[in-house]
């Protein structure tokens, strides 16, 4: 009975190596929290760096704690597990000069468009001159070149992030995060987008 036990487990084995295919995932709430720390350390925490978490290892039983046939799915499936929750890798060089130029922009010429209302937070994660009026013509040039900094900074850093985690694919999906993020971090009376392109004031 043993021995048909073990043939029957090892058949599927071979069966679920054969037909499982690992599919890679966006780590969707792993991207909102990096960044959503990344914006908090722009606008707010001007003096402050931040590290990444340890990794924690996942506790493993012990060899004389497992049956055989758990031993034979648990070498199967943790390693799929394994394979599609892969961890995001968000601090880099290049983010941190990125992170370093957005938090002078800030608290230099952009943080004053936004507190006028010139500027604004735009849904796809840039930020784009909403109000020319509000600025003197005299500093209209600079403005302009604030906001083209920005942005330039803004899409080359979500690039470096998709990148840096192998994945350039999840451009998209990490601008998706950074765009929800700079709308919920928004000091109060900045202008930002709603899903529909229409200007809302926090």
Not at 8 to 34: D, H, M, R, W
Not at 117 to 129: E, H, K, L, Q, R
Not at 175 to 196: C, I, L, S
Request: hydrophobic fraction near 45%; aromatic fraction near 6%.
């Amino acid at each position: 009975m043993r021995k048909l036990v073990y043939v029957i487990l090892t058949s599927l084995a071979v069966a679920l190596v054969g037909c499982v295919t690992i599919n890679v995932y966006f780590p969707e709430a792993a991207a909102q929290k990096a960044a959503d720390q990344f914006i908090g350390n722009v606008l707010d925490d001007a003096g402050q760096t931040t590290t990444p978490a340890p990794k924690q290892p996942a506790p493993a039983k012990s060899n004389h704690e497992q049956q055989p046939s758990a031993m034979l799915l648990d070498l199967l499936i943790p390693a799929a597990d394994a394979a599609e929750t892969p961890n995001l890798l968000i601090q880099t060089s290049t983010s941190e000069a990125i992170r370093g130029r957005m938090r002078e922009r800030f608290q230099g010429v952009l943080g004053a468009l936004l507190d006028s209302g010139a500027v604004g937070f735009t849904n796809d994660g840039m930020v784009t001159m909403r109000d020319a009026a509000k600025v003197p013509l005299s500093q209209r040039a600079p403005a302009n070149a604030a906001v083209a900094d920005e942005n330039r900074d803004r899409a080359a850093l979500y690039r470096e992030i998709a990148n840096a985690n192998n994945h350039p694919e999840w451009e998209p999906q990490i601008r998706a995060a950074f765009a929800k993020g700079w709308t919920e971090k928004a000091h109060a009376g900045w202008y930002y987008q709603d899903a529909g392109g229409a200007w809302q004031r926090k």
